[in-house]
T-cell receptor
Framework: DADVTQTPRNRITKTGKRIMLECSQT?????MYWYRQDPGLGLRLIYY???????NKGEISDGYSVSRQAQAKFSLSLESAIPNQTALYFC???????????????FGPGTRLTVL | AQKVTQAQTEISVVEKEDVTLDCVYE???????LFWYKQPPSGELVFLIR??????QNEISGRYSWNFQKSTSSFNFTITASQVVDSAVYFC??????????????FGTGTLLAVQP
């Protein structure tokens, strides 16, 4: 089974709709991240969370909100979706106890979101 | 500010050719990490390599090799004898070091590699 899962994997929605993307992990990592990928722009950080009570904005947080329901779950919400939020969204986790040696992030499979 | 530049947007080669993907980074940190990820057409991100700033040794893994040069702030990736299965988007990324850091990754814009049979 995958360590980092994302649901849904694909979603088509309409402008103005509220949508939630979910991320779950079984790695036991405290840190979780949401990235957005657009063609030609690479991946950009939307939000990150160090633990359940610590949530921080990334470089492109406008139009998004997040919820860290538990150590293992980190959800991304689009309150009122707009077409330029059409993108591939990735969730990632990292383990700060191993950061000095590894500093690695583990990515989910991605959610492809289309806003019409 | 941290920045990763992958100047090659697209590269097309014929199978069995060698190809080098360039990555240039900017950071004021003295300790940092560099990564390469592969994104095949299926969309997932596949981790290829991690290198910390104290380790300038080049690395070879099968047909893949990496050349890390701090003097030029570059971390280039070479595929020897390319194969069609190497066709993908390749991302270079930079992460600040541990020590209250966010561990967030700064990605380059990616290089699309197309290997023709």
């Amino acid at each position: 089974d995958a360590d980092v899962t994302q649901t849904p994997r694909n979603r088509i929605t309409k402008t103005g709709k509220r949508i939630m993307l979910e991320c779950s992990q079984t790695k036991g990592h405290d840190r979780m991240y949401w990235y957005r990928q657009d063609p030609g722009l690479g991946l950009r950080l939307i939000y990150y969370s160090f633990d359940v009570k610590d949530i921080n904005k990334g470089e492109i947080s406008d139009g998004y909100s997040v919820s860290r329901q538990a150590q293992a779950k980190f959800s991304l919400s689009l309150e009122s979706a707009i077409p330029n939020q059409t993108a591939l969204y990735f969730c990632a986790t990292s383990d700060p106890s191993r950061a000095w040696a590894y500093n690695e992030q583990f990515f989910g499979p991605g959610t492809r979101l289309t806003v019409l | 500010a941290q920045k990763v530049t992958q100047a090659q947007t697209e590269i097309s080669v014929v199978e069995k050719e060698d190809v080098t993907l360039d990555c240039v980074y900017e950071t004021r940190d003295t300790t940092y990490y560099l990564f390469w990820y592969k994104q095949p057409p299926s969309g997932e991100l596949v981790f290829l390599i991690r290198r910390n700033s104290f380790d300038e040794q080049n690395e070879i893994s099968g047909r893949y090799s990496w050349n890390f040069q701090k003097s030029t702030s570059s971390f280039n990736f070479t595929i020897t004898a390319s194969q069609v299965v190497d066709s993908a988007v390749y991302f270079c990324a930079l992460s600040e070091a541990w020590g209250g850091a966010t561990n967030k990754l700064i990605f380059g814009t990616g290089t699309l590699l197309a290997v023709q049979p």
